[in-house]
């Protein structure tokens, strides 16, 4: 069993260094054999309020969203800032539990990846929000590159 | 202005939820996400809604206060790393806030309701699979397509209800 997955991140702010775009889930295919109105679902860090995720849930649906939309988790009236990332990923494992184990290490990989990123930067000058980006991947109508080299591809070790 | 009497007086005693108690979680929650927190929004509905909402930061703290005292005084940042290695508080706290919710949906509008059709109602998928995978065991199962509505209609009954806290029966609307 394989998932694609994209990285969703979170705006943070005043926090210290802990400020700015930093990685706070993963959106994936639906391989779960449950939820059927949706075609991708969410692993995030659990420290957002319900509404976040009844938010986000509803738009999943309602626009059926899938792994290559370039459409945006929240809406513009949004209070909370989140963006995915346009890389699309992989991952593969014996059951739709181990996909999510998997999902789960991707994600706190790409966590600690992130605050050492920061941890090793000089203090940096504060940015405001910036808008969120969407795109999914290019195409080789629009100019870009199908090559299936840009799926990253992440095996379990 | 939220105080200690706009929130089910049984939850406040059986978990000894004091005033100061209250001052803790909306500093904790505050850590968490930020200023205007919207966790601290579904708390100030108060009466049964709230105290579920309440509930759940209050478990959820007390366990990560036993770990580690200083909590409140981290920054952001550490707090957060701090949440995050320690999930299973979070899962703890979905798990009474959930069984409270369903038992007082239960003895208010005369409804049973699963707590799978519950978390998906209130806090949608992801903290659903949180409890399916937990090693707590409840008896959580995917609610059908009619079950997820009714959930959703009577936890929004719960809610527009604020800080009235009928007796049974009551709260029908």
Same mark, same amino acid.
């Not at chain 2, 409890?131 to 997820?148: C, D, G, Y």
């Given at each position: 069993?394989?998932?694609?997955?994209?990285?969703?991140?979170?705006?943070?702010?005043?926090?210290?260094w802990?400020?700015?775009?930093?990685?706070?889930?993963?959106?994936?295919?639906?391989?779960?054999?449950?939820?059927?109105?949706?075609?991708?679902?969410?692993?995030?860090?659990p420290?957002?309020? $319900?509404?976040?995720?009844?938010?986000?849930? $509803?738009?999943?649906v309602?626009?059926?969203?899938?792994?290559?939309?370039?459409?945006?988790l929240?809406?513009?009236?949004?209070?909370?800032?989140?963006?995915?990332?346009?890389?699309?990923?992989?991952?593969?494992?014996?059951?739709?539990?181990?996909i999510?184990?998997?999902?789960?290490?991707?994600?706190?990989?790409?966590?600690?990846? $992130?605050?050492?990123?920061?941890?090793?930067?000089p203090?940096?000058?504060?940015?405001?929000?910036?808008?969120?980006?969407?795109?999914? $991947?290019?195409?080789?109508e629009?100019?870009?590159?199908?090559?299936?080299e840009?799926?990253?591809?992440?095996?379990?070790? | 202005?939220?105080?200690?009497s706009?929130?089910?007086?049984?939850?406040?005693e059986r978990?000894?939820?004091?005033?100061?108690?209250?001052?803790?979680?909306?500093?904790?929650?505050?850590?968490?996400?930020?200023?205007?927190?919207?966790?601290?929004?579904?708390?100030?509905?108060?009466?049964?809604?709230g105290?579920?909402?309440?509930?759940h930061?209050?478990?959820?703290?007390?366990?990560?206060?036993g770990?580690?005292?200083?909590?409140?005084? !981290?920054?952001?940042a550490?707090? *957060?790393? !701090?949440?995050r290695?320690?999930?299973?508080?979070?899962?703890?706290?979905?798990?009474e806030e959930?069984?409270?919710l369903?038992?007082? *949906?239960?003895?208010?509008?005369?409804?049973?309701?699963?707590?799978?059709?519950?978390?998906?109602a209130?806090?949608?998928?992801p903290?659903?699979?949180?409890?399916?995978?937990?090693?707590?065991?409840?008896? *959580?199962?995917?609610?059908?397509?009619?079950?997820?509505?009714?959930?959703?209609?009577?936890v929004?009954?719960?809610?527009?209800?604020?800080?009235?806290?009928?007796?049974?029966?009551q709260?029908?609307?």
């Amino acid at each position: 069993m394989r998932a694609r997955y994209r990285l969703i991140e979170k705006f943070y702010q005043g926090g210290g260094w802990f400020q700015g775009w930093f990685p706070w889930g993963v959106l994936y295919e639906n391989v779960s054999g449950m939820f059927a109105d949706r075609k991708v679902l969410i692993r995030s860090f659990p420290d957002d309020d $319900r509404q976040t995720a009844r938010h986000m849930g $509803r738009r999943i649906v309602e626009l059926e969203i899938d792994i290559e939309s370039q459409i945006e988790l929240v809406d513009e009236s949004y209070p909370i800032r989140f963006r995915v990332s346009p890389t699309i990923h992989w991952v593969e494992g014996e059951d739709y539990r181990a996909i999510r184990q998997r999902l789960w290490d991707a994600l706190f990989d790409a966590m600690r990846g $992130r605050e050492s990123e920061k941890e090793e930067q000089p203090a940096a000058p504060v940015y405001a929000p910036q808008p969120t980006y969407h795109v999914a $991947r290019e195409t080789a109508e629009n100019g870009g590159n199908d090559d299936p080299e840009l799926v990253t591809k992440r095996l379990d070790n | 202005m939220i105080a200690l009497s706009d929130f089910d007086p049984v939850v406040v005693e059986r978990y000894g939820i004091a005033e100061e108690t209250l001052a803790k979680v909306v500093r904790y929650v505050q850590l968490l996400q930020g200023e205007n927190a919207p966790t601290l929004r579904d708390i100030a509905v108060g009466g049964y809604y709230g105290t579920s909402a309440l509930l759940h930061e209050a478990v959820e703290l007390e366990m990560l206060l036993g770990r580690e005292p200083g909590l409140l005084q !981290f920054d952001r940042a550490a707090a *957060i790393r !701090f949440f995050r290695a320690n999930l299973d508080a979070h899962v703890r706290a979905l798990t009474e806030e959930y069984v409270y919710l369903q038992a007082t *949906i239960e003895r208010l509008f005369g409804e049973q309701v699963g707590l799978g059709a519950l978390v998906m109602a209130n806090a949608d998928q992801p903290d659903f699979e949180f409890l399916v995978e937990s090693p707590i065991h409840v008896p *959580i199962f995917k609610p059908t397509a009619s079950e997820l509505a009714c959930a959703d209609t009577l936890v929004k009954q719960m809610r527009a209800l604020g800080r009235e806290m009928p007796q049974c029966g009551q709260g029908i609307v």
